[in-house]
Every structure is written in C-alpha cells, then in structure tokens.
C-alpha cells in the first residue's frame, strides 16, 4: 500500500495523509488519529525512496573499492573487520554501508554514477594510488568523501586513515640486519599504489640507515595475491646471491612466497627469514607462523566514519566541519619465520647451482 492507496481507503487528500503521518499542522487531532489508526491497520509504510529525494539524502554511505589488477581473488583479509568498524560507526548515526565493486582499471564511469545519480550522501574509497583521479573528481566536484589510504591527489581536503607503511618496513629491516641479515629483499605490488610507495620507502631507508647497499634488483614487484608473491619469490632466490631474509607487503603475497620456498626445498625462518607488512590472522595460521606488523581493524574501520561524518556539515559538532586526516602505527608481533641468519659454509654460486637443490616434484 502507497500513500495514494491510503488518502482513497480514507477518502482524504494525499496531502493530509502526508502532514498527518509527519506531525505537520493543518489538520484536525481527530483526522490526523484516523490517519494513525488506518496506517497501522493496514501495514502502511512509508516510501522512503521518495522522502530521500525530496529531502537530498540517502542515509547511506559507499564504500567503493577498485581492485588493483591481479588482486587476491578471495578477496583483501584486512577488509572485513575494517568495514565491521565502519559500519557500526554509521550505524550510530543512522546511516547505511553499502559497498561497490569496482572493475580494475575502470576509473571513474561507475563512480560518475553514484555522484550524479546521488546514489549515496558520501563515498569511502580504498586502494589509493599517488595520484588518484578518483579522488581528483570528487574533489571538484565537491562530494564529500573520505579514503582509506593517502595520496597525493586532493590535497588535504578529505579526510584520510592509513597505516604507517613506511614506519614498519623501516622496523623491519631494522629487526632482520639485529639478526644477522645482510642480503634483505622485500616483495610489494606496484608503487603507483600509495601504500607499496610508502613501503619500499620505509624499506629503502633501512637499509641505507644500516650502512647495506641497496640493490634494486632485492625490491620486487608482485601482483597483490598468492601467485605475485610465489613469482617474486622464485625469481628473487634464483639470482646468484639470493637473500637471506624477505620482507613482504601483505600475507596473501607472503603465502604465495612461503610455497615458493617449500618448493624450492627452503623453509621460512630456518632458511629464509621471512616479516609480513601488514599481517592478518592468516599470519598466524601458516606453519611457521609468521612474524608481521598489524593492528586492530574494526576500531579503525570506526574511526574513519568518525572521520567522515565529522567532514559533513549535517553530522559536524558545534565546531562546524573538521577535516582529520591520521596514521595509525603498526605493532610487530613476533613469530617463528625470523629466525637469526644461519651460518653456511657455502652459498650458491649460480643459477644452476639453486635449481639443482630443488626437490624432485612428482605431478
């Protein structure tokens, strides 16, 4: 039943069912009662598709994600808990989370869409590029939003939450040369993603802090899943001076990287040392468990729709908007896959001499 349904059942306007049913003036107590009682009556529930049009609002926000080709095809671990927090963050002020797949590569064509179709009262973009065109069109086009990651696009217009990449990977190679390691390779997806730049940064920087020579041939990219981090992997301890330790930019690129070591006859932590930036609970489950750096995701989750309401005039408090943009540290949690550098006699000379340390693999 419509609104146009319960005016004929009553045989009154659709505007006096309308003042009515909202507490508006120009309508009699005992009329505005018989409206009440008709509408419970009959199940009458309001189109709120339509009070949204009138009233410009939604009351939902789009978590919009764009997976990076190549993309771990179960689907990014840290972001479930993530979008748990940020739900119950819009929760408390009665909004909704709707969430947007996005095809790689595709820019802007769907979200154009949202925007102009008013789909949602905000956006929530993930997967942050050093230059988003994402974030630049929104930025013109004045839509309120908010990231889960920085870049260099938009300024400081918006609020943003992030980790601290660089921090971490810095802490990393710290922890790995106090062991013992010298040849430290690191495994990331491509630094046109802003939290693979900030990374191999942090990564960069610890090395030359600890005097060791940084060799660009050690950074490896990956695609972000199983499969990127097993080819880094195999190419990276196929070169003539493999390294003795790997720093990996997630653990679906560290789990393909540990099969890769099991098939080349090396187990993580004894033979390779191996740190994840950042960790999930997949991290603790693999055997070795793997040392990495990580946080609490719902409370994050959480803390960016604070955020993100606190930008929006109509959920600001007294102060009026504020924008708030942060980084949050992560914590090492130390595991069984960094074990100190193992004292070897002899290191392999070539190519050849790797492949042959190989383990027969009958299919």
């Known amino acids: 039943m419509d609104i146009r349904d319960l005016a004929r059942h009553l045989n009154v306007s659709i505007g006096t069912v309308s003042r ?14 018989r409206v009440l009682e008709a509408a419970a009556k009959l199940n009458y529930a309001p189109n709120q598709s339509g009070r949204n049009l009138r009233k410009g609002r939604t009351h939902a926000i789009a978590f919009m994600l764009q997976p990076h080709p190549g993309d771990h095809q179960y689907g990014e ?11 119950a ?38 997967w942050t590029r050093r230059r988003d065109p994402r974030i630049d069109y929104l930025t ?13 696009s938009g300024g400081k217009t918006y609020p943003s939450i992030d980790f601290d990449f660089l921090g971490a990977a810095e802490e990393a190679v710290d922890r790995l040369v106090s062991l013992g390691h010298e040849r430290i390779a690191t495994v990331a997806p491509s630094p046109q993603l802003n939290f693979s730049y900030l990374f191999r940064q942090g990564y960069r920087k610890g090395i030359t802090r600890n005097g060791l020579r940084f060799d660009a041939e050690l950074a490896a990219t990956g695609e972000v899943n199983e499969a990127g981090g097993y080819n880094a992997t195999k190419a ?32 993580p932590g004894r033979d390779v040392a191996v ?11 693999l055997s070795p468990a793997l040392t990495g750096f990580g946080t609490k995701l719902e409370p994050l989750g959480k803390r960016l729709a604070e955020m993100l309401l606190s930008a929006m005039p109509r959920y600001a408090g007294a102060d009026g908007p504020r924008i708030i943009r942060e980084v949050w540290p992560l914590e090492l949690t130390t595991r069984e896959s960094d074990l100190p550098r193992r004292k070897t006699s002899e290191s392999p000379k070539s190519e050849s001499d790797n492949l042959v340390q190989m383990p027969l693999r009958v299919v």
Not at 77 to 87: A, E, H, S, T
Request: charged share 25%; aromatic share 10%; hydrophobic share 50%.
């Open 275 to 285: 740190i994840v930036v950042v960790s999930t609970a997949f991290s603790d489950y």
């Open 140 to 152: 013109r086009f004045g839509f309120p939003f908010a990231t889960f990651g920085r870049s260099l």
């Open 236 to 267: 990276l301890m196929y070169r003539r001076e493999s390294p003795s330790a790997i720093v990996y930019n997630n653990d679906a690129m560290a789990l393909g990287g540990c099969r890769a070591l099991a098939d080349l006859g090396l187990e």
């Open 20 to 33: 009515a049913l909202n507490g508006r003036t120009g309508v009699s107590a005992k009329t505005r009662e």
């Open 77 to 87: 671990p840290i972001f479930m808990p993530f979008l748990k927090g940020l739900q």
């Open 89 to 126: 963050g819009l929760a408390a002020h009665d909004l909704e989370l709707i969430a947007v797949m996005d095809n790689p590569g595709d820019d802007l064509d769907r979200l154009r869409r949202i925007v102009e179709a008013r789909w949602a009262d905000a956006i929530v973009l993930a």
